[in-house]
């Protein structure tokens, strides 16, 4: 495959499905108690969801003439994959307990959980 004949389009939608798919390595969750810390990172709950969405984005994104932008349906179905882990990433944020001020357990989102969110948003707006 020859970077320099890839569609503009292509190349933003594979940079951002393997930006996404490098986010669910990364840390999501970081939880410390005390002296404990524990990293989380995103196979957790619907990270995995996420993880195949931006799977078979980069999967339709190379299928086709590489040298032509998105068909309508491979341009759809990339456009449902980058929504549902926009989607599925905005609700990790969401299920992510924020710390009281009465809690000895404190959580910070991580550098994967960012960057699937900018990855996502960024496969929405390629599509």
């Given at each position: ?54 799977g078979l984005s980069l ?31 905005v609700n990790a944020f ?12 404190k959580t910070e989102y ?18």
């Amino acid at each position: 495959m020859n970077l320099n004949l890839l569609h503009l389009q292509r190349k933003f939608t594979i940079i951002c499905s393997l930006a996404g798919i490098i986010s669910v390595f990364l840390p999501w969750v970081k939880v410390s108690g005390g002296s404990i810390e524990v990293s989380l990172n995103g196979f957790r709950g619907y990270g995995m969801m996420t993880f195949i969405a931006y799977g078979l984005s980069l999967l339709f994104s190379l299928s086709g003439n590489q040298q032509e932008a998105l068909d309508k349906k491979t341009r759809l179905i990339t456009l449902v994959c980058g929504s549902i882990a926009l989607l599925l990433t905005v609700n990790a944020f969401g299920s992510t307990n924020d710390d009281s001020a009465f809690s000895f357990v404190k959580t910070e989102y991580g550098v994967g959980i960012w960057l699937s969110l900018v990855a996502s948003a960024g496969l929405n707006l390629a599509a």
